[in-house]
């Protein structure tokens, strides 16, 4: 039988190595996993929550009032191995007194990372180029052959200048970008000084860069932010990157502005829903450049993030200092 002091802890997924290390050498815990790298089905996790003392999850996981119920009374901390909290029914937790750790900063960089690099593949047109050397579309040297847009001396706008956002910008502005824009929901002159970037309503933004980058919060003010409204008001030459969340961006309007050339390209590491459908009209598109949401997946970071969403859940349970706790 188990002994009553030990602390039940419910884990949603198989997570690497660190953190599994952590939570495994807790000797006031009873550690259950669901172990695969698939996501839990509902009933499963329903099952596994009852009457936990701590629950780690991913954010695939939706922490709802159903969930709360079925985990119980016990149920004194949450930690997500995730630096968005969107998937996480914040109010219904502070009702109940339940303490949140998350993980950011720690994938800030490699998330940086890869919106430069999926900027770059659609600006330039990389998948489509590759496609054309494997299916015997190059031939001969064409002067206008497979030509994309640059970033030089361009204009790129950012829709959330978060720690992601400035850590974007460190990384384009060796490429001589010519002017940064941002919007959000108030001006920052502090960290926009670094790159002189100009805090814009996000129509102005929209309408005179040459990039746009979005990487705000899934908020009740930004779902949809990026429309058909917003689309009319872009260049024709102009792209679009996406690593928030997929529903700050309306897909069927996105379909339609780049079916009709509204806009030049988008590059997407986020999408509703995930995965994407295999038939989803964006995958017929030479123009739009889809990734598996892999922003933070280089091995260090997902090993430094699945370390401190333990080290987070073990804090909250012992009613210790959170290394990384959201304030409710």
């Known amino acids: 039988m188990r002994p009553a002091r030990l602390m039940k802890v419910f884990v949603t997924r198989r997570i690497p190595p660190e953190g599994r290390a952590v939570l495994a050498g807790a000797a006031d815990c009873e550690v259950e996993q669901w172990d695969s790298d698939e996501p839990i089905p509902r009933k499963e996790l329903e099952r596994g929550v009852a009457g ?101 001396k361009s204009t790129v706008g950012i829709i959330g200048l978060g720690r992601i956002g400035q850590a974007i910008a460190r990384r384009l502005k060796p490429f001589g970008v010519q002017r940064f824009l941002y919007s959000g929901r108030q001006p920052k002159p502090q960290e926009a000084a670094e790159f002189q970037a100009e805090f814009v309503p996000t129509s102005q933004l929209a309408a005179e860069s040459d990039f746009i980058v979005v990487t705000c919060s899934l908020t009740p003010a930004t779902k949809g932010l990026c429309n058909k409204d917003f689309f009319q008001q872009m260049k024709n030459t102009a792209v679009l990157v996406n690593i928030s969340r997929g529903d700050v961006v309306n897909q069927d309007d996105l379909y339609q502005a780049l079916a009709s050339g509204q806009i030049a390209a988008a590059g997407l590491d986020v999408t509703t829903p995930e995965p994407l459908p295999t038939n989803h009209p964006l995958l017929t598109l030479k123009n739009c450049v889809i990734l598996p949401h892999i922003g933070s997946a280089t091995h260090g970071t997902r090993n430094t993030m699945s370390l401190l969403a333990a080290n987070n859940l073990l804090a909250g349970l012992r009613g210790e200092t959170m290394p990384s706790e959201l304030k409710l």
Not at 98 to 109: A, E, H, K, Q
Not at 129 to 149: H, R, S
């Open 52 to 152: 936990a003392h701590g629950l780690l999850c991913l954010l695939t996981e939706q922490v709802d009032r159903k969930l709360l119920d079925a985990a119980g009374a016990n149920l004194k901390a949450i930690s997500t191995m995730s630096v968005g909290v969107d998937h996480l029914a914040l109010d219904e937790i502070k009702k109940r007194g339940i303490r949140v750790g998350y993980t950011p900063d720690v994938l800030t960089d490699a998330t940086a990372e890869l919106a430069v690099s999926l900027l770059l593949s659609t600006c330039r047109r990389l998948p489509e180029a590759i496609e054309e050397v494997k299916n015997g579309g190059w031939t001969a040297w064409k002067p206008l052959w497979m030509c994309g847009y640059g970033l030089t």
